[in-house]
């Protein structure tokens, strides 16, 4: 086993180095002109599996591929591992504020910078490395393995849920293990305990056919901008809950959270220095942690009315725009919240205008029972890279095919996450710690031997 390790230090220089180049791979889901990069990126991905000793396959889906990766070496008598993650990213815009170019990777200050550095290119890449080192100086895996790496994790996992549902067979696995979350802190080892669902949505309002005079006709019709406004208005009362009606129907009360969640160590002033807000201010009654972890929300994530140019132009928009999307917990159900939405959308819209709703996509919410060798194994693993036992804690993000994969599998799902706060998942400055990758790398390798033993 040290023999692994000793192999990863050494080979930590050119590691950093293929992330680089994976990096470098504009591998954006979201843009269908990048198609062939996220292609690109799932090849290259693939090479690299391929060299590291496993049967890879390209799997194709109506959209991006699956990358497969199998090692089933161990036999039908060891325990099998479904090591999860994805090789595609957000868009990087706004670009001029990057400090330098999202997918020219650039190491400062012991970050990575890069889109995708984090989520997840970064904390794919380094299960790759920790299979690598197994193979290389052992000549074998502790247990049987299967990567399963998707392309389409940043614009919901539609293709994945059927590919999984089609190919559970072939993916059967005693465990999952995922790397796509965050640590509480540096040097604080971080299992997630959860993770929040999502129901997406667009609405749109159309007022009068075509933009008109705001002096010839404002008054006489109803702006489309002021509809949407009263509409996103009516989302939230007073104190900040959710005036949807039936939204918390199915919101599982959980009293022993509120213990656990006070144990987490948690800066609060750190927290609200790190969003620039001047304030945090949420759900009534509930602290920070738990209107992110264990609290639904309902927040709109764009916008767009009327005339935005320099100046002033008299005009009253045709129509209006707006994404929204729900944030859910156990046992919020996607489907259901989205009918709760489009009935009270329709309900509060106002005469004068045509509203429409569309549910984009949506993903389950999830909670990890916390227990059994796999916890007991990654506890280990952690203890072994970061010199301290792991700490529980809540996700505010979703990861849709989670859930799926504890169902359809029956294993259970390992949250062990290595990004850190402030990291920009999503917007501009993404990074990666250098320590955390490398660390990650050997805690993803113990992992494989404590599974093994
Ligand atoms: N890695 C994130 C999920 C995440 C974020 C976990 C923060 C823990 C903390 C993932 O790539 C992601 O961004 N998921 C999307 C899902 C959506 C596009 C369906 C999200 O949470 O918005
Ligand atoms: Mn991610
Ligand atoms: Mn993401």
């Known amino acids: 086993m040290s023999d692994i390790h000793a192999y990863i230090d050494a080979h930590l220089g050119r590691f950093r180095e293929e992330l680089f180049e994976f990096l470098r791979i504009p591998s954006i889901s979201a843009r269908r002109e990048y198609a062939p990069e996220v292609r690109r990126a799932a090849a290259w991905l693939a090479g690299k599996l391929k060299e590291a000793g496993l049967d890879v396959a390209i799997e194709e889906t109506p959209g991006h591929p699956v990358v497969l990766g199998e090692w089933r070496g161990a036999g039908p008598g060891a325990p099998t591992v479904l090591i999860y993650g994805h090789y595609d990213v957000q868009p990087p815009e706004p670009l001029e504020l990057w400090t330098t170019p999202p997918f020219e990777p650039s190491l400062r200050d012991g970050r990575i910078y890069a889109r995708g550095a984090v989520d997840d290119k970064g904390q794919l890449y380094l299960h790759v490395k920790a299979l690598e080192a197994h193979l290389r100086t052992a000549g074998r895996l502790p247990v049987n393995v299967v990567v399963l790496a998707e392309g389409e994790e940043e614009v919901g996992s539609d293709h994945l849920m059927p590919f999984v549902e089609k190919?559970?067979?072939?993916?059967?696995?005693?465990?999952?293990?995922?790397?796509?979350?965050v640590m509480v802190a540096p040097g604080m080892p971080t299992i997630g305990a959860s993770l929040r669902g999502l129901a997406y949505f667009q609405i749109e309002v159309q007022g009068p056919s075509h933009d008109l005079h705001s002096g010839s006709y404002g008054g006489a019709v109803v702006n489309p901008a002021t509809a949407l406004a009263r509409i996103l208005a009516s989302f939230h009362d007073e104190d900040w809950r959710v005036a949807i009606p039936g939204f918390y129907d199915?919101?599982?009360?959980?009293?022993?959270?509120?213990?656990?969640i006070r144990a987490v160590p948690f800066e609060e002033e750190a927290f609200r220095s790190e969003t620039g807000a001047p304030a945090l201010v949420g759900e009534a009654g509930f602290s920070t942690l738990e209107r992110l972890w264990v609290r639904p929300t309902c927040e709109v994530n764009g916008l767009l009315s009327g005339y935005t140019g320099e100046g002033a132009k008299t005009v009253l928009p045709a129509r209006a725009m707006a994404k929204v999307s729900c944030r859910l917990v156990p046992d919020q159900d996607p489907e259901r919240i989205a009918?709760?939405?489009?009935r009270h959308v329709e309900r509060v819209a106002p005469e004068g205008v045509t509203v429409s709703v569309e549910y984009l996509?949506?993903?389950?919410?999830?909670?990890?029972?916390l227990e059994g060798p796999l916890y007991e194994a990654a506890a280990r693993a952690l203890e072994r890279?970061?010199?301290?036992?792991?700490?529980?804690?809540?996700?505010?993000g979703s990861i849709p095919i989670v859930p799926e994969l504890e169902r359809v599998l029956g294993a259970p799902v390992l949250l062990m996450g290595f990004g850190l706060p402030g990291e920009n998942a999503h917007a501009p400055d993404e990074w990666m710690s250098l320590e955390n990758f490398e660390k990650g790398t050997h805690a993803a390798a113990a992992l494989l031997s404590e599974l093994g033993r």
């Open 250 to 260: 199915d919101v599982r009360s959980a009293p022993e959270y509120r213990e656990q």
């Open 167 to 181: 190919n559970a067979a072939r993916l059967a696995a005693d465990a999952v293990v995922i790397s796509d979350t």
């Open 361 to 369: 996509h949506g993903g389950r919410p999830w909670r990890a029972r």
């Open 385 to 396: 890279a970061f010199g301290r036992r792991p700490v529980y804690a809540g996700e505010g």
């Open 339 to 342: 009918e709760a939405f489009r």
